[in-house]
């Protein structure tokens, strides 16, 4: 069947059958058969040496990557879980954060004021009782009824 | 498989040899150093031989040529099988002559395509007794061919070399150097064409 197709490159103006049949006319394959006995010039041994280290640097290299990236991958990981970590105590809300509760001027109030019912609680008691003992001992004492023994006994 | 002797049987196309191909090739993915050495083997002369036809400077070729393997050797994991390993490191080999030729920013010397379409029409073809394939072209020949060659346009150049001298499908080449079939076989026409308008002379002397 023939094509109608026209090949209008490099300036050529013939339809692809009719370029066909030249392509197999008796004078392209005459010069086709020419390039093809043109022989190659072989590589010198320099050449392959070059090329054999150049071969087994690309093999070490990836080998280094790779181990690189066995290493890198967990630290990488570590790093970023650290990171997040970091991340989410920086962003918690104040009234938890006990560095500023630490700090805040209510606290120090707190623990004066315990320290100096601390102190005089000692005076009364002495050392050895907590606040706590000496306020039920007191009421204990102040509800005991003395009777003729005990008068006694004094 | 013996990889020793499916490489020396690369360059020709049987189902053997198919087989052989894909044994090395698997090899070849998984960085196997010594089944790329005998796909080195069977194709660096032809790599080198297109790659020096196309560069003018031969260490330039040289190193264009290693370029290509170790560009191979590196990216075999993305060689899908598609096409053969020969192919594939034609392509590569003429994508890096191309880039080359873009990095040089060298106007490559274009052959005037006015003249080369001026086809000897009288020109005799001795068939009957001068038979090309069956007969050594002498360094004579061999050197005319190569000077001829040399000025032709790279366009032209590049699909007389991947066809005529590699033997690759007009479809394989047309995909390799982006344009279609149409223009890869107008562009060999020429390219014969200029070849015989240079080696005319030299034709007929070793006619008569």
């Known amino acids: 069947m023939f094509e109608k197709k026209e090949v209008e490159m490099d300036g050529l103006d013939m339809t692809e059958k009719e370029l066909d049949l030249q392509l197999g006319s008796d004078a392209q394959q005459l010069i086709r058969q020419a390039v093809r006995g043109v022989s190659d010039e072989p590589v010198s041994m320099t050449w392959r040496s070059e090329l054999n280290q150049r071969v087994l640097a690309s093999i070490q ?3 280094r990557k790779r181990r690189f990236a066995w290493i890198a991958s967990p630290t990488l990981g ?4 650290g ?3 970091v991340l989410m105590m920086t962003n918690t809300s104040p009234g938890s954060d006990p560095i500023k509760l630490a700090s805040s001027s209510a606290l120090e109030e707190s623990l004066v004021a315990t320290h100096k019912d601390s102190v005089s609680y000692g005076d009364i008691t002495g050392v050895g009782l907590n606040p706590d003992e000496v306020v039920s001992k007191r009421s204990a004492a102040a509800s005991y ?6 008068f006694g006994s004094l | 498989m013996e990889l020793c002797i499916g490489a020396a049987r690369l360059s020709s196309g049987n189902q053997t040899d198919h087989a052989t191909e894909l044994a090395i090739v698997d090899r070849c993915r998984k960085q196997d150093y010594e089944a790329f050495g005998k796909l080195v083997d069977a194709y660096q002369n032809r790599v080198f031989g297109f790659i020096r036809r196309m560069v003018s400077n031969p260490d330039e070729a040289a190193d264009l040529t290693q370029d290509v393997f170790i560009r191979a050797f590196q990216s075999f994991h993305r060689f899908d099988g598609r096409c053969s390993v020969r192919t594939w490191l034609f392509r590569i080999a003429y994508n890096l002559c191309v880039d080359r030729a873009r990095k040089n920013a060298r106007s490559p010397s274009e052959v005037s395509l006015q003249g080369t379409t001026e086809i000897d029409e009288t020109f005799d073809v001795p068939d009957a007794r001068w038979q090309p394939d069956q007969i050594a072209l002498d360094s004579e020949m061999a050197t005319a061919i190569e000077s001829a060659i040399a000025t032709m346009s790279e366009k032209l150049r590049s699909v007389l070399l991947l066809h005529d001298k590699e033997d690759l499908p007009y479809e394989e080449i047309a995909q390799m150097v982006g344009v ?3 223009t890869v076989k107008s562009r060999l026409f020429l390219a014969r064409a200029h070849l015989q308008q240079h080696l ?6 070793e006619v008569s």
């Open chain 1, 145 to 150: 009824e003395f009777g003729e023994v005990d």
């Open chain 1, 83 to 85: 990171a997040l970590a």
């Open chain 1, 78 to 81: 570590l790093g970023l879980a």
């Open chain 1, 61 to 63: 290299t990836k080998q």
């Open chain 2, 200 to 205: 005319r002379n030299y034709l007929q002397a």
């Open chain 2, 180 to 182: 279609p079939v149409g």
